[in-house]
């Protein structure tokens, strides 16, 4: 048996189950990052522009979105092992159609297809806040998002070693390979309890929007996520932008290996759920939020440094990661029995917030240098910062206000 349900009506997650969840969730949050570390490769095989293909890897993050809004609910209203299940089916049956795509717009919609297939993170997080004891959600949804974190670094890493030893085809038929096999395993590990929504699955994509306008706590987490994955996407963005220029004039794969520097939150998404099970979501954003705003001002004047750099972009994403954990498990807990479509509109926002940052570090950095751009981004960070301790002010007055 993979669940106990002595205790609660409930089934709980065990531990392997959850670890299993982190894995199955780095596998497919990676495989939309795999092919950009190879875009010149694909381009000449495919005997077309960087341009044309830098188009078609851009359905990747368009289809992920879709997945968010179309997908992540799913898991509310069928078995978790099923649905999680036929994604990863869905994804290997993508990553081989890319391996045999003859064309640039061919490749494109292959790519939007895994796009909105690697939401299985998101989806997993979501089962997480269902099924974990509600003392032990923000731990078990640390564990869920640490393998999401681990996949947004891996699937550059990886994608570029494979693709350099064996070609990017090649490496595609082998993770298409390896989502197989995650197939079958999902749907034995994972929970096999029914869904729980009880409206139509149209009439819960009708009621998403909504959801903003009757839930504070959602408004809250997602307008204060959007700021700080904005400015974890501009940092990142821009950081690629300003190391290819000179001074520097770094080579892609350099510059890659800054992606080491993440390793660090990755570590931090497991102790950020601990923390909040602890010492709650608020103190653990403020803190993560703190520490990131710190490393962006030395990050501002120290790129000429590689190891200060690396720390501090490691303490810069160990911050934001942290934030993220308890921010999201705010988010879980308003409807612990059905919260993948809270956890469907919070990821659309946040996503959205990081699209624009992304587009914003890549231009800023050019525009007003890397210094400046480190600054705007930091005063995002900030804002964040104020929003959350606003909120908290707030909730302690309507706590202490007495009763008439």
């Not at 209203?77 to 036929?86: A, C, E």
């Not at 690396?310 to 988010?331: E, I, K, P, Y």
């Amino acid at each position: 048996m993979k669940l106990d349900v002595a205790d609660s009506p409930v089934p709980v997650l065990r531990t392997p189950v959850v670890w299993f969840m982190a894995v199955a969730a780095a596998l497919g949050t990676s495989s939309i990052y795999l092919l950009q570390p190879a875009i010149g490769e694909v381009a000449g095989v495919l005997h077309v522009s960087v341009a044309a293909v830098g188009t078609a890897l851009a359905c990747g993050p368009v289809g992920y979105v879709i997945g968010l809004a179309l997908l992540v609910p799913l898991v509310d209203r069928y078995r978790p092992g099923t649905v999680v299940s036929i994604q990863f089916g869905v994804l290997a049956a993508a990553s081989a159609a890319a391996a045999v795509a003859g064309s640039a717009w061919l490749l494109g919609v292959v790519v939007c297809l895994i796009g909105a297939a690697s939401s299985i993170g998101a989806q997993l997080s979501s089962v997480a806040g269902r099924f974990a004891q509600p003392h032990r959600r923000a731990t078990v949804l640390g564990i869920v998002t640490s393998g999401i974190s681990a996949g947004i670094l891996a699937g550059r890493i990886v994608g570029g070693w494979l693709s350099s030893v064996m070609g990017w085809q090649e490496m595609s038929v082998v993770f298409a390979a390896a989502c197989a096999v995650m197939a079958v395993a999902a749907r034995v590990v994972l929970p096999a309890a029914p869904g729980t929504a009880t409206a139509s699955y149209l009439a819960t994509l009708r009621t998403m929007p909504a959801l903003y306008a009757r839930h504070p706590i959602l408004r809250l987490a997602a307008g204060r996520g959007s700021l700080w994955f904005f400015a974890f996407c501009a940092i990142w963005a821009g950081l690629a932008v300003a190391l290819s220029q000179p001074p520097f004039s770094y080579s892609p794969q350099r510059i890659g290996l800054y992606a080491f520097a993440g390793l660090l939150g990755v570590v931090a998404t497991r102790v950020s759920g601990v923390a909040t099970d602890r010492i709650g979501a608020r103190r653990v954003i403020l803190i993560g939020l703190v520490v990131a705003v710190l490393s962006t001002a030395i990050l501002a004047v120290s790129l000429s440094n590689t190891a200060i750099t690396l720390l501090c972009l490691g303490l810069f994403d160990a911050g934001l990661f942290a934030a993220q954990v308890a921010n999201q498990s705010t988010v879980l807990a308003v409807d612990p029995a059905a919260p993948a479509r809270f956890n469907s509109a919070y990821m659309i926002v946040y996503f959205i917030g990081g699209s624009l940052g992304t587009a914003f570090g890549a231009a800023a950095v050019g525009w007003f240098g890397w210094a400046t751009t480190v600054s705007l981004v930091a005063a995002t960070i900030i804002a964040a910062a104020l929003i959350t301790a606003g909120a908290g002010r707030r909730a302690r007055q309507v706590i202490s206000r007495p009763r008439r």
